[in-house]
C-alpha cells in the first residue's frame, strides 16, 4: 500500500509538471501565431516544445523524480512524445477543419500518459 502511494504522489507530481510545462508550450505556441499568423503550426509546435522542454527536465528533476535522471534519456523521451504530438497535429490538419492553435493544444494534450510511463520506468529510473 505504501509503494502505491508513493507512486500515486509521483504521478501527481509529475502531472503538475506537466501542467507547467504544457502551459508553456500553448504560451508560446499561442504567442507566435497570434502575432504570427501565417507561421506554420509546426514550426510554432518546435519552438514551443523546446521552452517546454526546459520548464519540464527542471521540474521533473527537482519536483517529479528529485534525481537528476539522464537528461539524454529524457531528451528522447520527449522528442517520441514530441514525434507522437506532431503524428497528431498532421493527421487533425490534413483530416479535419482543425486549424492553427487548436489543433496544436489538442495534439499536446494527447501525450502525457506515455511520457509519464517512459519517464518513471527509463529516464529517471532508480538505480542501486
Request: proline share 2%; charged share 10%; aromatic share 10%.
Amino acid at each position: 500500500m505504501r509503494r502505491l502511494a508513493g507512486e500515486a504522489g509521483t504521478a501527481a507530481r509529475f502531472g503538475l509538471v506537466g501542467i507547467a510545462a504544457t502551459g508553456v508550450h500553448l504560451l508560446v505556441a499561442g504567442v507566435l501565431l497570434g502575432t504570427w499568423p501565417s507561421m506554420s503550426e509546426f514550426l510554432a509546435n518546435v519552438v514551443a516544445f523546446l521552452a517546454a522542454f526546459q520548464v519540464s527536465l527542471m521540474g521533473h528533476r527537482r519536483v517529479t523524480f528529485r534525481r537528476r535522471g539522464r537528461a539524454k534519456r529524457f531528451f528522447l523521451v520527449a522528442l517520441a512524445g514530441f514525434g507522437l504530438n506532431n503524428g497528431v497535429l498532421g493527421t487533425l490538419l490534413a483530416t479535419t477543419p482543425v486549424q492553427g492553435f487548436l489543433a496544436v493544444a489538442i495534439a499536446t494534450l494527447t501525450v502525457p500518459v506515455l511520457t509519464y510511463l517512459a519517464s518513471r520506468f527509463w529516464a529517471f529510473r532508480e538505480t542501486h
